[in-house]
Nanobody
Framework: QVQLVESGGGLVQAGGSLRLSCAAS????????MGWFRQAPGKEREFVAFISWSGGTTYYADSVKDRFAISRVNAKNTLYLQIDSLKPEDTAVYYC???????????????????WGQGTQVTVSS
């Protein structure tokens, strides 16, 4: 089992940057692929970024791939999401999630992930 806790959200002006963190408990973090999702008010939760257990494979939603960067440090049981050039439409609660994915696969569906954090709010002012 994996417990996930996000941090690093906040209020930022458009054009600014944030780095979100996701701290995982347990020694099995390194065996899980990880994803970032977000949910804006009144909208469904949507996929943002994926990273394989080793960090060797990353994948992004088209809407963010030039501005977001997902990374992980397995030795620290931590997942990151660097967000640059923030836009008001990036305002959402951001969630990290863990999935037991077969090697070589990319997982983007919310229903496919096994564990979720509680989320961290990102608000971008114009």
């Amino acid at each position: 089992q994996v417990q996930l806790v996000e941090s690093g959200g906040g209020l930022v002006q458009a054009g600014g940057s944030l780095r979100l963190s996701c701290a995982a408990s347990g020694r099995t973090f390194r065996t899980y692929a990880m994803g970032w999702f977000r949910q804006a008010p009144g909208k469904e939760r949507e996929f943002v970024a994926f990273i394989s257990w080793s960090g060797g494979t990353t994948y992004y939603a088209d809407s963010v791939k030039d501005r977001f960067a997902i990374s992980r440090v397995n030795a620290k049981n931590t997942l990151y999401l660097q967000i640059d050039s923030l836009k008001p439409e990036d305002t959402a609660v951001y969630y990290c999630a863990a999935v037991n994915a077969p090697p070589g696969t990319v997982v983007t569906g919310t229903g496919e992930y096994d564990y979720w954090g509680q989320g961290t709010q990102v608000t971008v002012s114009s």
